[in-house]
């Protein structure tokens, strides 16, 4: 660890796991710095969130409703009001505390998706950072060229957008009935001019092409993937813990999966955010997918969509499949017996599996996830994405068919080739003097020329 430096930073993540995880890696990386690091949830999650981590503190701030996750009871504009005015005034109590305790705070992180963090420690003269933690640099780029370059945002298909590959209708993000959150999404750019550093969670060599094609309107510094070096095999010290997750219960799926022989099971997981779920049908195709293909399962099933399974499943599958409400997937994916991710493509689980060199069989159900699907099959080359219907629905033969190409069908040499060259350069990006290590050392020299 590099010397102590006696500076603390503040980082605040949106209040869900895809959010938290990767801020919290980002300061931990911070810590092995020799900076001190604090994470700020609302007050729901930080009851809610199980484990903790020795290298960097929990504090709380308001988000006008303690009670309950804020999003999940009200509109996500109504949340946003409740949530700027009280949260800042809380963060700026929070930064005052830790000044009077003489543990002042030279730096505050924070959320893409939460833009108004930034005037607090613009106020305070602080150095401020916008963390993108759950879009790729293209998903970035798309969005930012559809809201800040074009003048009048028509789509004509395929859209051609610089250092990005033609993309058409199923590759472009879709929010259906949840335009709210597009809203959210589009909020983000406001902040990137303000904030003096703008992190992205990916690195440089998995999306040279459009980050060279950015930087002509704007910087964004990649500091990706933000995993505990434990998993990428060039461990640092004590950076085992992922620090921070959701309830778990180890004993169960590590049992299964160890009893397992290598390549042997597909793990399943379809998002982390409650709302987003499959349909009925799409359960029933899933399911008879997974138990057609052969493979053993794990497949993380939410409790609220337990009851879209089909009858009987769980009884007549219980030689090959094990079903489970939430696991650590990290270290799912980096167990031997997983050969291959099931996924919906959100972007942590996609920069993961890309990261441990899990093959994906892509399924995209809204967001940015499409365009990550298109990444997937056509550009980085490390999996396949299912067909769907035209109802929207991937059949039982489809499911069965993407999981065979990954393992052992015609492109899986392809596909394994692939997941071992990301793997090797996602390792390469963060390790000592990495592109993605390089970058936080610009924020490191940054602060300590602050400190001075
Ligand atoms: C949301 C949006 O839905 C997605 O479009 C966007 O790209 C990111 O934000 P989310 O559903 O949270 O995505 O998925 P993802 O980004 O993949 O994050 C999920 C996180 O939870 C990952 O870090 C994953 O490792 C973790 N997870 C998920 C677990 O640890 N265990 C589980 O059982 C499921």
Redesign the pocket.
């Known amino acids: 660890m590099d010397k102590e430096m006696n500076g603390r930073i503040l980082a605040v993540p949106f209040p ?4 938290i ?2 801020m919290t890696q980002l300061c931990k990386r911070l810590v092995f710095k020799g900076f001190k690091a604090t994470i700020v949830l609302t007050k729901f999650i930080a009851k809610n969130i199980k484990g903790k981590s020795d290298l960097v503190q929990i504090e709380t701030i308001s988000d006008g409703d303690d009670e309950f996750h804020i999003f999940a009871r009200q509109s996500v504009p109504d949340s946003v009001v409740r949530f700027t005015k009280h949260g800042s005034e809380s963060l700026a109590q929070l930064i005052e505390k830790y000044e009077s305790l003489g543990d002042p705070i030279v730096c505050v992180i924070y959320d893409s998706l939460l833009p108004w963090v930034v005037e607090v420690p613009k106020k305070l003269g602080l150095i401020s950072v916008v963390f993108f933690t ?2 790729s640099a293209v ?1 970035f780029f798309g969005y930012y060229s559809y809201h800040k370059l074009l003048p009048n945002p028509v789509v004509q298909f395929p859209v051609s957008i610089p250092g990005l590959p033609l993309l058409y209708l199923q590759d472009i993000p879709t929010y259906g009935i949840y335009q709210d959150h597009h809203t959210l999404v589009a909020n983000q750019f406001s902040t990137v001019d303000k904030a003096d550093f703008a992190f992205v969670n990916t690195f440089y060599e998995l999306e040279e092409e459009v980050l060279e094609a950015m930087s002509k309107v704007c910087q964004m510094m990649t500091v990706g993937p933000t995993i505990p070096s434990f998993y990428l095999d060039n461990r640092i010290e004590n950076d085992k813990a992922y620090g921070l ?2 309830p778990q219960d180890a004993s169960t799926w590590l049992n299964w999966l160890n009893s397992k022989s290598a390549g042997s099971v597909v793990y399943a ?1 379809l ?3 409650g709302y ?1 779920s499959p349909n009925v049908k799409q359960m029933e195709e899933l399911a008879y997918g997974l138990k057609g293909s052969n493979y053993n399962f794990l497949w ?1 099933v939410k409790s609220f969509e337990m009851e879209k399974l089909p009858e009987n499943f769980i009884e007549e599958t219980s030689d090959k499949g094990l079903i ?1 409400q ?5 270290e799912v994916l980096s167990n031997k017996a997983v050969g291959c991710i099931l ?8 920069i ?1 599996a890309i990261s441990l060199g899990v093959p994906i069989v892509a399924m995209p159900m ?4 499409l365009t ?1 699907a298109k990444f997937i099959q056509d550009v980085w080359k490390v999996g396949v994405r299912v067909k769907c219907d035209e109802n929207g629905i991937a059949g039982r033969e489809e499911i069965e068919a993407c999981i065979r190409e990954v393992t052992n069908g015609e492109r899986a040499t392809e596909i394994n080739k692939s997941c071992a060259k990301w793997k090797t350069l996602a390792k390469e990006a963060v390790s000592e003097g990495g592109t993605s290590d390089r970058n936080i050392n610009e924020l490191v020299s940054k602060l300590t020329g602050s400190l001075d």
């Open positions: 869900s796991p895809g959010h995880n990767p759950q879009q998903n997750s959701l997981s998002s982390s955010v987003a993380v489970v939430w696991c650590p997937q990290l996924s919906h493509c959100g972007w942590n689980s996609t993961e809204w967001a940015d996830q990550n």
